[in-house]
């Protein structure tokens, strides 16, 4: 905050007078200087809107880019890159002056992360990642490293565990079918998906590397081929 010119002081006085509350405060507010600061409080964050600062938005804001970057990556590489991402992000949501100034160890809250900051911090790794974030991120995993190790079980997860998802999945499509009330002809296509599905499975091979990258562009006869094969019994 600067200081007040006398003429400045008038013209706040009447604008103070004018404004018809009973509390105002004349500042000489210096927007450039709050950006500069790290953090910027959140009450005066609105005052002092930040300009983008450049990395934050970690890998560019590409989910492809940053899975694949992870699928090649050891452990430790994936922890640092995951790690890095959410401290860019928080960076960013907090205005501070670069990602460093970020501890991963320290709680969201002692840095000054508000609800509504906390939202943004979620959009923003929602959009470099992907992944649907629940509102509550920042509650559920209160650190840069709880939630740097949240998303690595999303977007790396140990074969164990992806294991152990595809189980679940099967359990409720599995309590789905027992409620669904079918025709002989509907059941027939269901048995026939589900035969085709365990016989890829018990085969080891994925035939999704033969298909069509995009349906859109394939040929009518490239979708009749892959309709036969997705449904073809044996």
């Known amino acids: 905050m600067g200081a007040l010119t006398t003429e400045d002081g008038m013209a706040a006085f009447s604008a103070g007078c004018a404004a018809g509350r009973a509390l105002v405060v004349p500042v000489a507010l210096q927007p450039a200087a709050l950006r500069g600061r790290s953090p910027v409080h959140p009450l ?28 090649g990556a050891a ?12 401290r860019g992000q928080l960076a960013a949501a907090l205005g501070f002056a670069s990602p460093g100034a970020v501890d991963a160890d320290r709680g969201f809250l002692e840095m000054g992360l508000d609800s509504l900051t906390g939202v943004e911090l979620r959009n923003r790794l929602s959009a470099a990642t992907g992944l649907r974030l ?20 999303r977007l790396a997860p140990e074969p164990g565990r992806a294991v152990d998802g595809l189980l679940a999945e099967l359990a409720r499509l599995e309590a789905g079918l027992d409620q669904v009330e ?5 059941r027939a ?4 998906r589900l ?11 994925d035939d999704r590397d033969e298909e069509p990258e995009n349906l859109d562009a394939a040929s009518a006869e490239e979708v009749f081929a ?5 449904f073809e019994t044996s």
Request: hydrophobic share 45%.
């Open 44 to 71: 005066l964050r609105v005052l002092a809107p930040r300009e983008e600062q450049a990395g934050a938005a970690g890998g560019g804001g590409d989910p492809a880019a940053l899975r694949a970057r992870l699928s």
């Open 195 to 205: 035969r085709a599905l365990a016989g890829r499975w018990s085969d080891g091979r």
């Open 134 to 153: 629940p509102a509550t991120l920042v509650f559920d995993h209160p650190t840069a490293a709880d939630v740097a190790r949240h998303l690595r079980t």
């Open 189 to 192: 296509r269901v048995a026939a």
């Open 226 to 230: 892959l309709l036969d094969n997705e």
């Open 182 to 186: 079918a025709d002989e002809e509907d």
């Open 75 to 86: 452990e430790a590489e994936q922890r640092r890159v995951l790690l890095d991402l959410v």
